[in-house]
């Protein structure tokens, strides 16, 4: 936290959380210690933070401050808690969607404590009360921009561009401080929307190789209604990579047109496959390994992007430079342009699946394992490779397998049955697998978490499979049933170690005979993926009031459904009015959960489950 502190260096410092049991989970009430604490520590510095305060909404009578949280921003046509629930709704894997609400609505703040120890808040004079947020010795500086703000008219941006130049050359007067350095940046980036000046970058492969020969194209468009001046194109990639100029650097940019520069980068021959900087090292425990780690790095989200272009540009007389990610981009027939970052990985890529086996060293559900390895050819055009399978030390050995590709992005894959060896005792063992080429030997996956609503993100997986084999004890069923939830590998788990397990379909919800099973486990999310139990959730009911365990699986707290003959456990209400208690019988389904698509009672979204006799 005090990286980002020291990044951002904010005049006031809000605190979500308060830092006491109040907040509830144990990260939330370590966040609010970890404000306070960083607060104090940069108590001492030149420009530290000037007041913290907290939020209140769990105690609402130590509210210092309100704030108009429905006030409606003008350029968003929203009001900043449409916003904020917005965000709160693209927390996809918390299953936080919400209404964005039009209306007023109140932010409370408590506060805490001014920096320099005085008394008093002063919130009736609004959150910068007290805090001095002129830029001192800018004077000319700070009204040229506020007049350019009164003049600025989306329809004619061009007219504020002699005022933002002038701001420039005011901004160049004097010492440049790192204060000044973010401002030139931003408002150079103004001065070229303002101006109708757009730059871009392209490369033709997303997914590169070390050694790889990629192709840049990187423009510069004048769409407005002055000259512009192309005084340079510099394209940037990390240490090791080679950067080659294809065309020559400068020429005049006519009003309408585009122009482009070409350049060649190679991919350094030991580029490591891509992988969030935190994560280059194991965890030393809890804690992430930033050993080797870029000072200016370090706090942020992730790492900056591998290519990056600059552009040198004369624009209305004033230079300006203007820099922006080289992406790929291709054209997807369904859907059209789509960007993606460039991300590193090895010429072969070898995941293992299943990754986690818990394996029952007794009884018929120790028998043998199949293990798929898929490999991917990430190399432009034909290769090939043996797959290496390596067990544990002292199991059976596995024959390895040639495998070859006539193009890039083609994936094979193999099975691999494995069994425990005579005699196999309870512990953690490894099965691994390799490309191997000309006696160069190829580990890991690489993997790109992409959804619509975030950035694709590479994250390198190991081309292991964890092997936990143990005693395991079953209770005593004959059929369980399971209805699959979101990215739900449980049912695999279970039948893995023995657990007499069928999925239950559509169908079997809607018309099968529910009494066969002993149990029925509703998977993670499941009433969010599976609309027939939705539709059919009254029949689960009915069979949960003749005794049949229903066990949702719950990620804050599992609960069980109890026989309608047991007392239900007493909800435990959350600030969002939804209660962690399961509850049995429709009759008995408090309205906050009956009013959540008909869902079982208490069950939500989760992952973790546990068979109870």
């Given at each position: 936290?005090?990286?980002?502190?020291?990044?951002?260096?904010?005049?006031?410092?809000?605190?979500?959380?308060?830092?006491?049991?109040?907040?509830?989970?144990?990260?939330?009430?370590?966040?609010?210690?970890?404000?306070?604490?960083?607060?104090?520590?940069?108590?001492?510095?030149?420009?530290?933070?000037?007041?913290?305060?907290?939020?209140?909404?769990?105690?609402?009578?130590?509210?210092?401050?309100?704030?108009?949280?429905?006030?409606?921003?003008?350029?968003?046509?929203?009001?900043?808690?449409?916003?904020?629930?917005?965000?709160?709704s693209r927390h996809r894997s918390q299953d936080m969607g919400q209404f964005e609400r039009a209306g007023p609505s109140v932010d409370r703040l408590a506060f805490v404590e001014w920096r320099d120890g005085r008394r008093g808040t002063k919130d009736g004079d609004g959150l910068f009360a007290g805090v001095?947020?002129?830029?001192?010795?800018?004077?000319?500086?700070?009204?040229?921009?506020?007049?350019?703000?009164?003049?600025?008219?989306?329809?004619?941006?061009?007219?504020?561009?002699?005022?933002?130049?002038?701001?420039?050359?005011?901004?160049?007067?004097?010492?440049?401080?790192?204060?000044?350095?973010?401002?030139?940046?931003?408002?150079?980036?103004?001065?070229?929307?303002?101006?109708?000046?757009?730059?871009?970058?392209?490369?033709?492969?997303?997914?590169?190789?070390?050694?790889?020969?990629?192709?840049?194209?990187?423009?510069?468009?004048?769409?407005?209604?002055?000259?512009?001046?192309?005084?340079?194109?510099?394209?940037?990639?990390?240490?090791?990579?080679?950067?080659?100029?294809?065309?020559?650097?400068?020429?005049?940019?006519?009003?309408?047109?585009?122009?482009?520069?070409?350049?060649?980068?190679?991919?350094?021959?030991?580029?490591?496959?891509?992988?969030?900087?935190?994560?280059?090292?194991?965890?030393?425990?809890?804690?992430?390994?930033?050993?080797?780690?870029?000072?200016?790095?370090?706090?942020?989200?992730?790492?900056?992007?591998?290519?990056?272009?600059?552009?040198?540009?004369?624009?209305?007389?004033?230079?300006v430079t203007l820099r922006r990610e080289v992406v790929y981009r291709y054209r997807d027939q369904g859907i059209g342009e789509v960007r993606r970052p460039i991300v590193v990985t090895q010429p072969f890529d070898v995941a293992v699946t299943p990754d986690l086996v818990v394996w029952p060293i007794d009884?018929?559900?120790?028998?043998?394992?199949?293990?798929?390895?898929?490999?991917?050819?990430?190399?432009?055009?034909?290769?090939?490779?043996?797959?290496?399978?390596?067990?544990?030390?002292?199991?059976?050995?596995?024959?390895?397998?040639?495998?070859?590709?006539?193009?890039?992005?083609?994936?094979?894959?193999?099975?691999?049955?494995?069994?425990?060896?005579?005699?196999?005792?309870?512990?953690?063992?490894?099965?691994?697998?390799?490309?191997?080429?000309?006696?160069?030997?190829?580990?890991?996956?690489?993997?790109?978490?992409?959804?619509?609503?975030?950035?694709?993100?590479?994250?390198?997986?190991?081309?292991?499979?964890?092997?936990?084999?143990?005693?395991?004890?079953?209770?005593?069923?004959?059929?369980?049933?399971?209805?699959?939830?979101?990215?739900?590998?449980?049912?695999?788990?279970?039948?893995?170690v023995g657990v007499p397990l069928e999925l239950l379909g559509p169908d079997t919800l809607a018309r099968g005979d529910l009494s066969r099973y002993d149990a029925i486990v509703i998977g993670s999310r499941a009433y969010e993926t599976e609309p027939a139990l939705v539709a059919n959730n009254g029949r689960?009911?009915?069979?949960?009031?003749?005794?049949?365990?229903?066990?949702?699986?719950?990620?804050?707290?599992?609960?069980?459904?109890?026989?309608?003959?047991?007392?239900?456990?007493?909800?435990?209400?959350?600030?969002?009015?939804?209660?962690?208690?399961?509850?049995?019988?429709?009759?008995?389904?408090?309205?906050?959960?009956?009013?959540?698509?008909?869902?079982?009672?208490?069950?939500?979204?989760?992952?973790?489950?546990?068979?109870?006799?």
């Amino acid at each position: 936290m005090l990286a980002v502190i020291r990044r951002f260096r904010p005049q006031i410092v809000v605190s979500i959380f308060s830092g006491t049991p109040r907040d509830g989970h144990g990260q939330h009430q370590v966040a609010g210690i970890v404000a306070r604490q960083a607060f104090e520590t940069l108590r001492d510095s030149s420009w530290g933070p000037v007041k913290l305060y907290r939020a209140a909404w769990s105690d609402t009578g130590a509210t210092t401050l309100r704030l108009d949280g429905g006030a409606l921003d003008p350029l968003a046509g929203r009001s900043y808690h449409q916003i904020a629930m917005a965000g709160r709704s693209r927390h996809r894997s918390q299953d936080m969607g919400q209404f964005e609400r039009a209306g007023p609505s109140v932010d409370r703040l408590a506060f805490v404590e001014w920096r320099d120890g005085r008394r008093g808040t002063k919130d009736g004079d609004g959150l910068f009360a007290g805090v001095d947020t002129v830029l001192h010795g800018r004077a000319r500086y700070v009204a040229l921009l506020d007049s350019a703000r009164v003049r600025l008219n989306p329809s004619r941006p061009a007219a504020i561009v002699p005022l933002l130049v002038r701001a420039l050359r005011e901004l160049g007067r004097g010492t440049v401080g790192e204060t000044d350095a973010e401002q030139r940046e931003s408002l150079e980036h103004a001065l070229a929307a303002a101006a109708g000046v757009a730059i871009d970058g392209f490369v033709d492969d997303g997914i590169v190789i070390p050694g790889e020969r990629l192709e840049v194209e990187a423009t510069v468009w004048n769409a407005g209604a002055g000259g512009v001046t192309l005084d340079g194109i510099d394209v940037t990639a990390p240490p090791g990579w080679k950067v080659e100029r294809l065309d020559a650097a400068t020429s005049p940019v006519p009003q309408g047109a585009l122009a482009t520069r070409r350049f060649a980068v190679t991919v350094a021959p030991d580029a490591p496959r891509s992988q969030p900087y935190f994560l280059r090292h194991p965890l030393a425990g809890g804690l992430y390994d930033w050993t080797g780690t870029p000072a200016d790095w370090r706090g942020l989200p992730f790492e900056p992007s591998l290519v990056e272009m600059a552009a040198r540009l004369t624009i209305a007389g004033q230079p300006v430079t203007l820099r922006r990610e080289v992406v790929y981009r291709y054209r997807d027939q369904g859907i059209g342009e789509v960007r993606r970052p460039i991300v590193v990985t090895q010429p072969f890529d070898v995941a293992v699946t299943p990754d986690l086996v818990v394996w029952p060293i007794d009884g018929a559900a120790g028998g043998p394992r199949h293990f798929t390895i898929t490999v991917t050819n990430r190399a432009r055009g034909p290769a090939a490779t043996q797959v290496v399978v390596t067990p544990p030390s002292g199991w059976a050995a596995a024959p390895a397998e040639s495998l070859s590709f006539q193009r890039e992005d083609e994936a094979k894959s193999l099975t691999v049955t494995v069994a425990l060896p005579p005699g196999a005792r309870p512990g953690v063992y490894a099965l691994q697998a390799a490309a191997v080429t000309a006696g160069e030997r190829k580990e890991g996956a690489l993997a790109v978490i992409d959804y619509p609503h975030i950035r694709p993100r590479p994250v390198a997986h190991a081309s292991t499979a964890e092997l936990r084999a143990a005693r395991i004890a079953l209770p005593a069923v004959t059929r369980v049933g399971y209805v699959r939830g979101a990215s739900d590998r449980v049912p695999e788990a279970l039948q893995a170690v023995g657990v007499p397990l069928e999925l239950l379909g559509p169908d079997t919800l809607a018309r099968g005979d529910l009494s066969r099973y002993d149990a029925i486990v509703i998977g993670s999310r499941a009433y969010e993926t599976e609309p027939a139990l939705v539709a059919n959730n009254g029949r689960l009911l009915d069979y949960v009031t003749k005794g049949i365990p229903a066990i949702p699986v719950r990620e804050r707290q599992l609960r069980t459904i109890p026989p309608v003959d047991r007392p239900p456990p007493r909800p435990r209400h959350r600030r969002d009015g939804a209660g962690d208690g399961a509850r049995c019988g429709a009759s008995r389904l408090p309205r906050a959960e009956r009013d959540r698509a008909g869902r079982l009672g208490g069950v939500g979204a989760g992952a973790g489950a546990v068979l109870r006799p």
